[in-house]
């Protein structure tokens, strides 16, 4: 397995995601719908173990790696939230965004073949860097659910619903960054370094703290989406933004 | 800074504090204030500006750090009083969130100046006790290393092309050329006067490759190819359209040090390190950092961080809490909220 197939399985995973998307709309059962988008996730699954068997290595290590499974998670967030809640236009907002990420990984791969140093030989790396991924999905999917909830008449109830999800999502920014705390004291001595990926995870962990404390304060959905917008771009720039910045130059994280 | 036992009675004095004031709280509902929703919001969004701050400028530490901070750990040191009072009107996951994450903080803050940290440069066969703090300070340590013994594990060898016009391409990549080892020697030397390598258990002997590479278009060529060392040049091979295949200096996997500590009371123990598997010696515990990179697997000696942290216990029990709470928060989300006090 290489990279050159990737985009045999990119384009049967989008166009099973495109098919579920559009099944959404003209279909009251959910089953069609959420069955065709897992059938694209799966595809997209397949070629993530098929790199994990042939790499030798967990297929975490890259940018365009990480990008492989935030597609294959904020599918499956979506196919959970439309199966749950009914939502027939989040299989279309949720396709868009993976797709998104699978055509960035066909015209920037990012992909260049990298070892695993020896600090990233730690039990901590898989689930490290899989619950960050799956945090990120979580919290782009609310970001969606709040934008579409600012942006047309929803029943407030419906805010409830993506705060639960921002809930969910920053569970698992918890984990994440216990996790990597756990990690870099066995790896360095040191829980904490403020190395600048730290430093912007915690802005970006924080910020949704504040959106929790500060969500029964809330009242108008708009406000609810300003927020939640401003902690995505806080973890665009933990995920990748960082990456550009001077400062990053010294970091122990930059991929 | 202050340190062990004063921090550990400044840690009492503070949470005697927090509690004093909960108490307090109790029968006047303007100190109830300190720990609302809205002075956690506050406290929490003043936090984030200032991570912010050190995001972009990357200058940390000061007094705006420690009144950011004093605040945060205040309103959430009041807000667990209120939790661990009212345990059954509340959630289970933010009070364990809550608990977590204020070990972490209290530990950290008033564990501060007692972690002590050593950079230690261990040589084979050489006892050493002192160490260089990050400020190149000398540390005498409680106890004597001696470096054993220091061996890295290596990923296979593997090939870059470089185009005429700079573009570097791994060689297993490359559309135009298919590179084949004719012969492979890990240990290679190229004794002088000679234009091939041979195999040789030698100081700064490094592999080389014998390779055959042949073209799409049918042109092939022959030749060694070397990473090189310190002692020896590497070898490349000028490839007929004018680029050049190189061998990359194989990446470490991984690499450990056998040490043997001698303590303060002439007891020896030995231990072999690696990175993410440090060696625990008391409240002491001694890291693989690093090593000789331009002398490579024929480093002499193995660069070791020691580090003291006397309140590990706590630290590493707050992350867990967190963890945990982050386990109950995914299976409690969807419920709603308790009437809370």
């Not at chain 1, 809930?167 to 920014?173: C, D, H, K, T, V």
């Not at chain 2, 310190?230 to 991984?254: R, W």
């Amino acid at each position: 397995m290489s990279w050159d197939l990737f985009i045999y399985f990119a384009v049967a995973a989008a166009l099973l995601w495109v098919a579920g998307a559009v099944t959404a709309y003209f279909r009251k059962d959910t089953a069609p719908a959420f069955f065709l988008s897992l059938a694209g996730t799966s595809v997209l699954l397949v070629f993530i173990v098929l790199m994990w068997v042939s790499m030798k290595r967990p297929p975490l290590r890259t940018m365009g790696e990480t990008r492989l499974w935030y597609s294959f998670f904020l599918s499956v967030a979506g196919a959970v939230i439309y199966r749950k809640w009914g939502f027939d236009w989040i299989l279309s907002y949720g396709t868009m965004m993976a797709v998104m990420f699978l055509c960035i990984n066909i015209f920037k791969p990012e992909i260049h073949t990298a070892e695993l140093m020896p600090a990233l030989r730690s039990v901590w790396f898989v689930p490290h860097v899989t619950v960050y991924m799956f945090s990120y999905a979580l919290l782009g999917a609310a970001m969606i659910l709040s934008f579409v909830f600012a942006a047309r008449p929803h029943h407030d109830a419906d805010l409830t619903r993506c705060d639960i999800l921002v809930r969910i999502g920053w569970a698992f920014l918890s984990m994440g960054m216990a996790m990597g705390a756990l990690w870099a004291k066995d790896a360095w001595g040191d829980w904490w370094t403020w190395d600048p990926k730290e430093t912007w995870a915690l802005a970006t962990w924080l910020g949704y703290l504040f959106y929790l404390h500060a969500r029964p304060l809330i009242r108008d959905r708009r406000v609810a989406f300003g927020v939640l917008f401003f902690c995505f771009l806080l973890l665009c720039m933990t995920w990748f933004g960082v990456n550009y910045l001077p400062s990053a130059q010294m970091s122990i994280h930059t991929y | 800074m202050i340190s062990y036992p004063w921090s550990a009675l400044c840690l009492l004095a503070y949470l005697y504090a927090i509690v004093a004031v909960y108490v307090m709280s109790l029968s006047r509902s303007s100190l109830k204030t300190l720990y609302s929703g809205k002075t956690c919001s506050i406290t929490v969004a003043a936090a984030t500006v200032m991570v912010l701050v050190f995001g972009f400028t990357g200058i940390f530490r000061g007094v705006i750090y420690y009144a950011v901070m004093l605040a945060l750990m205040g309103s959430m040191g009041l807000a667990l009083a209120a939790d661990i009072h009212h345990i059954r009107s509340r959630r289970l996951a933010p009070v364990m969130a809550h608990l977590g994450v204020f070990v972490v903080m209290a530990a950290g803050v008033f564990g501060y100046a007692d972690k002590q940290s050593a950079k230690v440069t261990a040589y084979l066969g050489h006892p050493e006790s002192v160490g260089m703090d990050a400020e190149g300070r000398r540390v005498d340590l409680p106890f004597m290393i001696t470096l054993n013994s220091f061996d890295i594990e290596r990923y296979p060898v593997r090939y870059s092309i470089t185009a005429p016009d700079g573009t570097v391409t791994a060689a297993e990549t490359s559309r135009d050329w298919k590179v084949t080892e004719l012969e492979k020697i890990d240990m290679a030397v190229m004794k002088p006067g000679s234009d091939s390598w041979e195999e040789l258990r030698h100081v700064g002997a490094e592999p080389a490759s014998l390779v055959k590479v042949e073209g799409t278009d049918g042109r092939s060529i022959t030749g060694w190819v070397a990473c090189g060392s310190f002692m020896f040049a590497p070898s490349f091979l000028e490839l007929p359209d004018g680029s050049v295949l190189s061998m990359n200096t194989p990446a470490p996997q991984s690499y450990d040090s056998k040490v043997s500590v001698t303590d303060v009371k002439g007891r020896k123990k030995s231990f072999e390190l690696s990175v993410n598997h440090p060696a625990r010696l008391g409240a002491w515990r001694i890291y693989q950092a690093g090593y000789d990179i331009k002398k490579g697997r024929w480093s002499e000696y193995s660069v070791l961080q020691c580090v003291r942290d006397p309140w590990y216990p706590a630290i590493a029990a707050g992350l867990w809490i967190i963890l945990a709470s982050a386990v109950v928060m995914m299976f409690t989300a969807g419920r709603g909220r308790k009437n809370e006090k």
